[in-house]
Structure formats: C-alpha cells, structure tokens
C-alpha cells in the first residue's frame, strides 16, 4: 500500500517568514495529493490540492509542488501570520485500478507550524 | 450549507462496552469514508462506502469494527467490546465523487476508553 512521510514533524518561523513542508510518497501510481489544516480539536480542512498532471499550484501564500519522478510533493506557505499556526498533514491518494480498494487517503504523520508573531 | 456531522462528540466507555458513532454527510455525496486518527498521528483509513455499498473495509482493525450506511447517507461505525487501543478521534469524510477530489470531513468523535 501507500506509504507518505511527512518533514518537519515541527515547524517555528516568525510572523512574516515563509514555511515550507515536504512530503514523499511511495506508489507511483497515486495521482492525487492534497493539504490538510487542522486546529487543536477541530476537523481537517482542505487548504490546496494537486494532481499528479500538475506541477504547481497556488492560490494567494499558499502553494504546492509535486515531482513525479521523485516522487515528493511541498506546501510553500508565504508571509506567514499567527492565525497559519496549526498541524499540516499532506496526503496521497492512489487509484482503485491500480489495487487499492478504494480512493482512501494516506496521510503523513503532521507537522506542527507555529508562527511567532 | 451544512457541512459533515457527527455525533456524539466525546464519548466515555468502559472497557468491554459497545458503542455506536454516526456521521451525516453532505447532502448528495456518493463516497463516505471513516477515519481514525490516533493523538498526534495523521487520520488512517478505515472503511470506504459508496452510496449504500461498503466497497473497501481493508482498514479496520478488527473484526470488533463494523460499520453501515444502509440508505446511502447516514453511516454507523459500531465499535463492540471496545479496548484502551479504541481510544482515538473517529472522523468521517464525505466526497461527492469517488473521493479523489475534495474529502469534507466532519468534527469527529472523541472516543476514551477506560
């Protein structure tokens, strides 16, 4: 199955500053990759996606990267502000025809990003 | 308009003791899926519905997990005689497509077991 590893698990940088999350995956064949923003004791929230025919995406300070042939896709964050602080979790989703049962989600374990003000 | 519900929010269980947790999805999503998300680690796939169809139960852990969605909305995940290992936040994510678009999950519930 899947496997996603996610970098930094924590993450610090001043109000201002840009973040920068990594992820790798290890199917080849999943073609789906969103970012998820979840705050203490709430739901995970869809902040940006990409699929696997797109090398970039942006919207406003958020953006993402995806390489396929590494097989590793990042969340750039820009002019970061205090309310960015939350736990991010990348996310990859593999095909049904290539085995998996479903168009479930893996996730990496999270990272942490707090945003100093 | 509304989003994914699910309730209860928090629930307390001795060990041994049944429970039943329910999610309402989106009006009109196809795909349900059930998450477990265990205290700082990332959701982990459970059990996957389509419409009234359990197409995917490759995630649950044992076969004390068993979960429903008989009309094609509403799902039950029922959890029986549940051990400390149950302790987790149980999300369930609505999708209008196959799921490999946008997953709306709702709040979850908190489940402690004693």
């Known amino acids: 199955g899947e496997n996603v590893e996610q970098h930094p698990s924590t993450l610090s940088v001043q109000e201002g500053d840009s973040a920068v999350i990594k992820c790798t995956y290890s199917d080849s064949a999943s073609n789906y990759f969103p970012w998820y923003k979840q705050e203490l004791g709430k739901r995970p929230q869809l902040i940006i996606d990409i699929r696997s025919n797109v090398g970039e995406k942006k919207d406003q300070r958020i953006a993402v990267t995806l390489n396929k042939t590494a097989k590793h896709f990042s969340l750039h964050i820009t002019e970061t502000q205090p309310e960015d602080s939350a736990v991010y979790f990348c996310a990859a989703s593999t095909p049904v025809w290539s085995g998996a049962g479903s168009y479930q989600l893996t996730f990496g374990k999270g990272t942490k990003l707090s945003v100093i003000p | 308009g509304a989003g994914v519900s699910q309730s209860p929010r928090y629930k307390v269980a001795k060990r041994g003791q049944d429970v039943a947790l329910r999610c309402d999805p989106i009006s009109g999503h196809v795909s349900l899926f059930w998450y477990q998300q265990a205290l700082g680690q990332g959701p982990e796939f459970l059990t996957y519905?389509?419409?009234?169809?359990?197409l995917d139960k490759s995630g649950l852990p044992s076969d004390r997990f068993f979960a429903e969605r008989p009309e094609g909305s509403v799902s039950t995940l029922k959890i029986q005689r549940t051990q400390q290992e149950d302790s987790a936040v149980y999300l369930c994510?609505?999708?209008w497509g196959r799921g490999d678009n946008e997953q709306f999950f709702g709040p979850g519930t908190r489940l402690t077991v004693l």
């Open positions: 994510a609505s999708s």
């Open positions: 519905f389509q419409n009234e169809a359990q």
